[in-house]
Every structure is written in C-alpha cells, then in structure tokens.
C-alpha cells in the first residue's frame, strides 16, 4: 500500500493525541553542531530524574551519536535492525546506568537517510507509540532535509536546538520555515487547495499578499470550511526553542527574539523553554575513555536543563535567572 506522506502528517495532527501512551519529543533545528545530541541526552536524563520513564532513539541515521554520550563504543544493536524489519523496537533498548532510562542506538555505518522511506519512518512512529515509556525523546540530524522534518512534524512536541549566533539563527529559521511549509502543504493537500493556493502565492502580487500569514489569512476567506481546517490544524503547532552554548547575559536574550520572529513573522507559537551554558569541561569529560558504559554527564548545566524539561511538559516559558552571570 502506497502512503500519502502529507496525508501521513496530517493524520498525527489530528488523532495523535487520543491514542498515545507515550508523548514523543523530536529534537531538530537546522544547522550541524547546535548541541541537539548534547541536549537530547541531557533532557532524557533529567526526564529520568523526575521519575519518568524515559526512552532515546537516535533517529540521526546520517550521523548517529547518541552512544558516544552514554560511553558505548558503537553497537550492533541499533534502529538500522527496524528498518530491515529484522528487529522489534523493544528488542533493541539498551538500557543505560540511568535509572528508568534505555536508548536505542543509531548507527550510521550499515544505514543512510536516503535508505529510510517515509512508509518506513511512519512504521517507526506507529511502532515508538507502542513502547513502554511516559517518554520518547528522539535525536534528529542536522539540515532540513524532508525526511528529518517529517520526523520533526510527526513528534508531539518539536523542540530546536539554537546557538546564539547569527549564521545558526538564520539557518534556524530556514528549518523552522521548511516544516512550517510542508505541514501547511499537507493541510492544503487535503483540502483539495494544492494548485489553488501555489496559483495564490505566484500571483501574491496580484492578491496583495506579501508573506505567508498573508496567504493563509486569504485562503481562509475562501470558505468557512478552509477557515475552520486551516485554525484547527495550524493553531496546535507550536515549537520549543532552547539556546545553546550561551555565554552572557545579552545571548541568553536571543532566545526571545527569535521566538518573536517565530510569532510575528512566520506566523507560529513559539516558546522559548530556556537556555544551556556553554560547559568548558564538557569536551574533556566527553574524551575520556570510558570502562565501562557510562552516561557523561554535564554537571554544570544539568539544573538548566531539568528546569527546560519541567517548561516542556508544561508549556511554560523560561524565567530569566541573570544572577549566574553577573
Ligand atoms: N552546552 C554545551 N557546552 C559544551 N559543549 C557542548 C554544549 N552543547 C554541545 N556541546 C558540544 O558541542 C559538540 C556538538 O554537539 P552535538 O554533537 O550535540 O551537536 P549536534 O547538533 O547534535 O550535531 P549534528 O548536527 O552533527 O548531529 C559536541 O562536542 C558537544 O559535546
Ligand atoms: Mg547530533
């Protein structure tokens, strides 16, 4: 059977919530190098020490990485064995020295992007939902390829990893946009609005439409019908920001404007979880070797980062603590 992919998208939009047992945060954000294996690692452990039961897959089958956090060499036991559909998920946990916390390894050697289908990706999504978890966090590579922002999409609570720079921030948008699109394409597909709303957008002139809060406020106007789909389907999608690697005070405050860049001009809620310091000892920690499989921890940032996942679970927004920094 053939999958429509954005039907496919669409399709967790509406009904994923009424079935889920575990909520699935993706973790993305464009640029290489952000921190969002650094980041998921650290939420899962914090998640774990709020007595949940937490579950990370490295779903980074171009880069995967996730073990070289927990101090695991590489594995044979990694998602690649899913894919070729020789393996359940729950064969392929491996639990780690934290408490209610297990992985599932990535590895980038016997699998690539370009091998994994979006059928496949689906299956994933059908099967992650059925694991034993309150949690599922799952570690996304860099770039905006399709296929990392349909995982992106398909997640309960998309989360991006930013770094206060400009380059990382501009390429943060461009992601933040491309999963936008494709989301507002698969709504458009369903409504049968496809070649309706590209005709819309390459005259936008014509319309006096300039942007695509524009275009969307237009299409709403067509019917009451469209109106209600398009607010239904688009006024749920909200991201988590989390910067990275701060250092200061005036780049811990980058957090809100990109966050009203997501709200004024791409037309999405956003909420910015919090903020990571830059570790200066993380790199030494991470080169040790290690003898055995061992979770290396950030010490310096670890209440950071509880408090980011305890803002995530409950849509708060992060209250500033300058005073470290003073
Ligand atoms: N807050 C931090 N403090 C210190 N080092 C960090 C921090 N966040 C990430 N790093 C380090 O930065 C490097 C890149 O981080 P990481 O691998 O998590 O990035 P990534 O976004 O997952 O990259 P990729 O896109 O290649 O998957 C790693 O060496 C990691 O240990
Ligand atoms: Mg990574």
């Given at each position: 059977m053939e999958i429509n992919s954005e039907n496919a998208v669409q399709t967790r939009q509406n009904t994923g919530s009424e079935n889920r047992k575990a909520e699935i945060w993706a973790i993305g954000g464009g640029k290489g190098g952000t921190g969002k294996t650094f980041v998921v690692c650290q939420?899962?452990?914090?998640?774990?020490?709020?007595?949940?039961?937490?579950?990370l897959i490295d779903t980074d089958l171009g880069g995967a990485n996730v073990h070289t956090f927990f101090g695991i060499k590489s594995t044979e036991k990694s998602i690649s064995r899913f894919f070729e559909k020789k393996d359940r998920l729950e064969?392929?946990?491996?639990?780690?020295?934290?408490?209610?916390?297990?992985?599932?390894?990535?590895?980038?050697s016997t699998i690539s992007p370009s091998n994994v289908n979006y059928a496949q990706k689906v299956r994933l999504?059908?099967?992650?939902?059925?694991l034993p978890a309150d949690y599922i966090l799952l570690d996304l590579g860099g770039g905006t390829n399709i296929d990392t922002i349909d995982i992106f999409l398909l997640a309960d609570k998309p989360i991006v990893v930013a770094l206060p720079e400009i380059t990382a921030i501009e390429n943060l948008y461009q992601f933040i946009k491309s999963a936008y699109f494709r989301k507002l394409k698969a709504i458009l597909g369903d409504l049968n609005l496809k070649d309706r709303s590209k005709e819309i957008w390459q005259n936008r002139d014509q319309y006096g439409i300039h942007n695509i809060i524009e275009l969307i406020e237009y299409l709403k106007t067509l019917s009451p019908e469209v109106e209600k789909s398009l607010e239904a389907n688009l006024s749920d999608f909200s991201i988590n920001i989390v910067l990275n690697k701060v250092r200061n005070v005036r780049e811990l405050q980058e957090g809100f404007s990109i966050r009203s860049v997501c709200i004024k001009y791409i037309g999405i809620n956003a909420l910015y979880a919090g903020y990571i310091e830059y570790d200066f000892q993380f790199w030494r920690n991470l080169s040790l070797i290690h003898?055995?499989?061992?979770?290396?921890?950030?010490?310096?940032?670890?209440?950071?980062?509880y408090k980011i996942a305890g803002n995530i679970i409950s849509g708060d927004q992060m209250k500033i603590d300058t005073l470290k920094f003073l």
């Open positions: 939420l899962a452990t914090s998640l774990a020490a709020m007595g949940k039961r937490v579950i064969d392929l946990l491996i639990s780690t020295n934290i408490d209610r916390l297990s992985i599932i390894c990535g590895n980038s999504f059908n099967h992650i939902r059925t003898s055995a499989p061992r979770f290396i921890v950030s010490h310096s940032t670890e209440n950071e980062v």
